[in-house]
Every structure is written in structure tokens, then in C-alpha cells.
């Protein structure tokens, strides 16, 4: 009989366990990818994601086609295609790797028992987070709040599995189903093509995600600790993408860091990677709704066109703003220090709804998920829980001082940046610790 591989956000031959039980039933396996614009909540992808994902399947495609596997590529509402395919193929299985927001989970989950209801076999499985958001647990069984004791309880519980290798034997049979041609999804920007700096910067695809790993881990990994907050060094990993699309598991991440280092502050790192997906599964409603609802009622001034404006395209005169700006539209990345301050200036300095801000993170980075994007923008706004208090405002002068002493990275990305900022940085930051006492007040 034949099995489908439904691939999400798990684009990888290696660690995928829904693919490698396919390939171990024996049979014919097609693997599919959807892409759903259509299902109730689906966000749709911003336009950096769009690039990143159209390179990945190529790759993908290419990945599995050594195993006899073909990739096929459908459009449309998941659930109607997922079972369009079954018909056609006369599917005995369906397989796949859990995803985790709300929307997605529903649609996994009405699928499961309506192939199931109809004969048809279906198995998820465990691949892209470390611990499964109902595992970790408080005393009383809910969800933690605070990141130490989440990570302290993630700590304590067995240690994550070990990476499963790719499949070492292709597929019984071969099949062959009629598939979209990918250009015709149109993912890759033409006029105007945006996307030369992204290409310049990344390699999308399995291939090329492990050789980073194992590059970093060689390399980076030993100074990680004394060099992650200075963005003038390239002192991370820059893996983030590759976590995102799956090109890498989690596990095959934390093990590889263990055996080179140790892991350190590293695994940390993953932990916060866990602990933003742990929240969404708490609060399903992070891209849109103040985890503390006292901010609900936060007095935010209609925004400013011209300032926003400047923030995004790198032109607000703060020199560390306008370079990780730019940093972000050029290369769909912007290292973690910088993101916080472009985050605070915006939220705190131009008293821009957070939102506005995720939004355009949303569109341009290549990392952009779910979970990340929505809970470190309200930890920065510090509507979040476990976030820096909203009083607590970086001087983005003194971020660049401290974190970028030799100006490396401003040199790199916004040389030309004056240092004369569209908006007074003081009485900015006085007006928005003025508005953030009244919610306090009315609280
Ligand atoms: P490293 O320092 O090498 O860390 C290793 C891995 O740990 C990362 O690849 C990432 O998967 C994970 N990680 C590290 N820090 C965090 C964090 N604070 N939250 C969640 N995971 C983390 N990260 C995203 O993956 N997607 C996003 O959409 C995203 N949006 C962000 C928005 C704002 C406003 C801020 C302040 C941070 C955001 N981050 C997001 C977190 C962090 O900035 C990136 O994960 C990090 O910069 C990626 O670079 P790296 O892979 O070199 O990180």
C-alpha cells in the first residue's frame, strides 16, 4: 500500500520520523506538501518566508528523490487536499510531524479523526520541539509562565531523544501523482525582485543547514557565551531559519551542541525557543492579544506614518536602529540584541503598537514563526509574561556604546546613519513611562 508524508514545517530528510516510519511500512511513498491559504486562522507567510520556502522544497525535492520519494506540491485548503490525495493514490496511511498553533492543530486534528472514521491508518509524531508543550507542566498541571522554572523542569525530565538518522533504505515502490509546477505559486518576488541580499546571505535547504551546524559547533560554539551580544562578531548561530522550516530538528541541534561543547548558554537559547511555543500553546492569541490585558486599555497615539515609516527603512538617524533595519530588509535576519532595541525604540520611543512592529518582522524576516515572533515582541513591550518591565527603556546610544564599541556593525550596515535622531530620545521615553502609568493607575 502507499503512504503520504504530509511535510509542514519539517522540510528534512534527516530526524524526520513521520517519513521514516512511511519508508519502514513498506510500499509506495508520496510525499506532500500544501500550501494552505485557506484554512480558518492560517496566517498567511510574509514575503521573506515565501523566498526561503520556495528554495527549501527544491532542495526538499531533491532529498527525497534520492530516496524514491516524490514530492508533490498541492494548493488549497489542507484538509480537502489531503484527502483529494488519498483518493487518488489509494493511500492506506497518512503520517506527520506535529505543529503546534491553534488553527493548524485544528485542522490536524479533524483530519486525524475524519481519515480514521474512513479507514484510512494516521500517525503524528514528535519532531519539532524538544518537549511537547503538555509535558511541562507546574504542580498543578498548568503551563508555566516564567522562562527559569519552565527550563529547570525542561532540565529535569528525561533528555531529549536522540536525532533519528535519515532513512537508509529508499522507498519499495515508486509512485507518480500529478503535482503544481512550484513557479506556478509564484512564492519568489519579480517586480520589484527584493530578494537578491536574501540569496546573497542563505542557502536554503537540508544540505546546506547541516553543514552550518556543524560549522558553528566546530567554530562559534566555544566563544558563544562571550561573544553572543555583540552583533559586530557573528557570534551566534545563525540557525534560527533553519529551526523555523525544520531544516534542522531541535534535537539534532541540542545533540550536536552537547557533543562538540557541552551546549552552555546555548541549549538556554533552545529553551527560549521551547518556551515561546509552551506560550502560544497557553495562549493561542499571541500575535494579537496582550498577554497582560492591563495593556489593553495602553493609550497608544495614532501612529505616526512618517516615523514608522523611517523605522523600517532604516532612517530614524539612531545608527543601531537603522542598521539592524537594514540588516532586516538586505538579509531576512537581524541579530537578537538589535532586535530588541529596533523593538523598544519603536514601542517606546515612537509609542507604536507592538503589533505594528511584528507585523513587519512577520513580512521580512526568514526566521518569522508563530510563536517567536509575537512572544519577543511582547516581551519587549513588556505586555508579555515573564518580560522586561515595561519601565525598563534601552537607550539605543548607549545599546550601540556597549554592544558595538568599535562600530563594527554599524559601519557594515548604516555608515551613513547621522546619529540625529527623527524624535527626542528623553522626552520620548518620559511620554511613554507617562502613558504606561496610567494603565498602571486604571489597573
Ligand atoms: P542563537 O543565539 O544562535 O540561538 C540559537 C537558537 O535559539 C536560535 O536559532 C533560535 O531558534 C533560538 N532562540 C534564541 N533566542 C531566542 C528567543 N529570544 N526566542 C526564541 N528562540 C530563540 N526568533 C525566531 O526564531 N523567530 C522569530 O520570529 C523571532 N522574532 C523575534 C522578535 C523580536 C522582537 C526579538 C527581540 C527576538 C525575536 N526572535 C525570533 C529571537 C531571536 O532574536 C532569534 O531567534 C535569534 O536572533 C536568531 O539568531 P541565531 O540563530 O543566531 O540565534
Not at 15 to 38: C, F, H, K, Q, T
Not at 127 to 145: C, D, M, N
Not at 258 to 274: I, K, M, N, Q
Not at 395 to 403: D, I, S, T
Request: glycine share 8%.
Amino acid at each position: 500500500g502507499t503512504s503520504i508524508v504530509w511535510f509542514r514545517d519539517d522540510l528534512r530528510v534527516h530526524d524526520n520520523p513521520a517519513l521514516s516510519a512511511a519508508i519502514e511500512r513498506g510500499g509506495a511513498v508520496v510525499a506532500l506538501y500544501v500550501l494552505d491559504e485557506e484554512s480558518a486562522g492560517i496566517r498567511p507567510l510574509g514575503g521573506a518566508a515565501r523566498w526561503w520556502l520556495h528554495h527549501s522544497l527544491e532542495s526538499l525535492a531533491r532529498g527525497l528523490g534520492d530516496l524514491g520519494v516524490q514530492l508533490v506540491l498541492r494548493r488549497g485548503e489542507a484538509q480537502r487536499v489531503v484527502h483529494e490525495l488519498v483518493a487518488q493514490t489509494g493511500a492506506e496511511a497518512v503520517l506527520w510531524n506535529r505543529r503546534y498553533s491553534l488553527p493548524e492543530r485544528t485542522v490536524d486534528t479533524d483530519l486525524k479523526s475524519r481519515l480514521r472514521a474512513e479507514g484510512t491508518d494516521v500517525a503524528s509524531f514528535a519532531a519539532s520541539l524538544l518537549h511537547e508543550p503538555w509535558t511541562v507542566t507546574t504542580g498543578t498541571g498548568s503551563h508555566y509562565s516564567v522562562f527559569t522554572p519552565f527550563w529547570r523542569a525542561c532540565l529535569s525530565r528525561p533528555t531529549p531523544r536522540l536525532p533519528l538518522p535519515a532513512p537508509l533504505e529508499a522507498a519499495a515502490e515508486t509512485a507518480s501523482v500529478p503535482s503544481d509546477d512550484l513557479a506556478d505559486w509564484r512564492l519568489l518576488p519579480r517586480a520589484p525582485d527584493w530578494s537578491r541580499g536574501l540569496a546573497e546571505a542563505w542557502e536554503p535547504g537540508e544540505p546546506a543547514a547541516r553543514r552550518q551546524l556543524l560549522e558553528f559547533v566546530r567554530g562559534g560554539l566555544a566563544d558563544y557565551d562571550r561573544a553572543r551580544d555583540e552583533p559586530g562578531l557573528e557570534g551566534t548561530s545563525r540557525l534560527s531559519p533553519r529551526l523555523r522550516w525544520g531544516e534542522l530538528s531541535p534535537f539534532t541541534v541540542w545533540h550536536e551542541a552537547v557533543a562538540a561543547d557541552g551546549g552552555g548558554r546555548f541549549l538556554t537559547e533552545l529553551g527560549w525557543r521551547e518556551f515561546a511555543w509552551h506560550t502560544l500553546d497557553r495562549f493561542p492569541d499571541l500575535a494579537t492579544k496582550n498577554l497582560r490585558a492591563e495593556f489593553d486599555s495602553f493609550p497608544w497615539p495614532q501612529p505616526d506614518e512618517y516615523a514608522l515609516g523611517a523605522w523600517r527603512s532604516g532612517q530614524t538617524g539612531v545608527p543601531l536602529v537603522d542598521a539592524g533595519m537594514r540588516e532586516l530588509w538586505t538579509t531576512g535576519h537581524m541579530h537578537n540584541r538589535v532586535r530588541m532595541v529596533v523593538a523598544s525604540f519603536l514601542v517606546k520611543n515612537l509609542l507604536i503598537d507592538w503589533r505594528v512592529g511584528e507585523e513587519w518582522f512577520w513580512d521580512t524576516l526568514v526566521d518569522a514563526d508563530a510563536a517567536s515572533n509575537p512572544f519577543n515582541w511582547q516581551w519587549v513591550a513588556g505586555s508579555g509574561a515573564d518580560a522586561a518591565p515595561y519601565f525598563r527603556v534601552f537607550n539605543p546610544m548607549l545599546q550601540a556604546e556597549k554592544f558595538d564599541p568599535h562600530r563594527t556593525y554599524i559601519d557594515r550596515w548604516a555608515p551613513d546613519s547621522t546619529g540625529e535622531p527623527i524624535v527626542d530620545l528623553q522626552a520620548t521615553r518620559r511620554a511613554a513611562l507617562r502613558a504606561y502609568d496610567e494603565i498602571k493607575r486604571a489597573r
